[in-house]
């Protein structure tokens, strides 16, 4: 079966890329991290493999992250991983170059659409398509986006917070933020070093944001021990942190999301913020599932917000549906190439 699969949907993402095969699903989903060799220039790993080197490599291997805020940041390097994300999702004696959708943050500029249409196409790809994050991930949610109906989507990933309302399959009005995911874990990392005297990665920074981190502040805290290096002895060193005290870490990255989703509906037509206060925001994205973020959001919007289903993998279902119905998704949302 998989010899005929010809499409793919790609999520290309700041912190992870996903990969969809119509039929098949989510077949791929690992980090967008790039590990290559100065030596001779040549990429050594990609994804995961590469994600374990990141902060643990030798001076001879660079581990780059190709995506910055949800763009190219780094045209080659994105190309390669495109390339051993196709090769890999569809197998490597594929002989048919498949059509590729790949999604794009909503405040993209046309000249970072060409980019990625261009490192699409040379990593293999037949034709590419590429669609707006909220338009995507609002139809792997299962909001009915043709309706005359406002529905708001707030796609919180690692680099970027698009906000969109989307009404009659377009979208009305949007806004894109680089505050999101990477930003939160930057702010718990300065945290501790400020306070505790510390210096921790940026995967251990992510680690205590999962494990501990809340929107607003809780009664009963979390704790975590955190194991970094200490800026005055050089030497390893353990300290406690609780919830609350992330809480406190985080709250202007997250006054920031706050504000974009404020600026979206300043943005809306009365008639169908009226629908959006009906229905209630739907979050998306992997940073959207940071504890009683949707509770934050109310209490600062006074508007309900709900979690979609899944909300990591919204982006790239709504990649798999659209492709499935490619000709009603062509004429509205998509610039082909």
């Known amino acids: 079966m998989a010899f005929f699969t010809r499409k793919l949907g790609i999520d290309l993402g700041t912190a992870n890329t996903l990969v969809f095969v119509p039929g098949q699903g989510i077949v791929l989903n690992e980090p967008s991290v790039v590990a290559v060799s100065l030596v001779d220039n040549k990429v050594v790993a990609v994804g995961q493999e590469a994600k374990d080197m990141v902060g643990k490599t030798p001076d001879t291997i660079t581990a780059y992250r190709p995506m910055k805020d949800g763009v190219i940041a780094d045209y080659r390097i994105t190309e390669a991983m495109l390339h051993y994300y196709i090769t890999k999702a569809l197998g490597r004696f594929n002989i048919f170059k498949p059509e590729v959708m790949v999604s794009v943050p909503a405040g993209i500029t046309s000249t970072e659409r060409r980019a990625v249409i261009e490192a699409t196409m040379r990593a293999g790809a037949k034709s590419a398509y590429v669609v707006k994050e909220p338009i995507l991930a609002a139809i792997g949610a299962g909001i009915p986006i043709y309706e005359a109906r406002g529905h708001m989507v707030a796609d919180i990933g690692g680099g970027t917070t698009d906000v969109a309302v989307i009404s009659l ?84 990255e997250l006054r920031e999301m706050v504000k974009a989703i404020k600026t979206v509906f300043q943005d809306t037509p009365p008639e169908l913020s009226a629908d959006i206060i009906d229905r209630g925001i739907i979050m998306t994205g992997g940073s959207s599932q940071l504890r009683n973020l949707p509770e934050l959001i109310y209490r600062r919007t006074g508007v309900r917000s709900y979690l979609a289903e899944e909300p990591l993998y919204c982006v790239a279902k709504g990649t798999g549906i659209a492709l499935k119905h490619l000709d009603n998704y062509k004429k509205s949302i998509i610039s082909k190439h």
């Open 169 to 252: 399959g377009g979208i009305v009005a949007s806004t894109s933020v680089k505050h999101a995911g990477n930003k939160i874990d930057q702010a718990i990392a300065d945290y501790i070093k400020r306070t505790f005297n510390l210096a921790i990665g940026d995967k251990t920074a992510e680690e205590v944001k999962m494990t501990i981190g809340s929107a607003v502040p809780v009664e009963d805290e979390l704790t975590y021990i955190i194991k970094g290096r200490d800026f005055l002895t050089g030497l390893p060193r353990s300290a406690e942190i609780k919830t609350n005290e992330i809480v406190q870490a985080i709250d202007g």
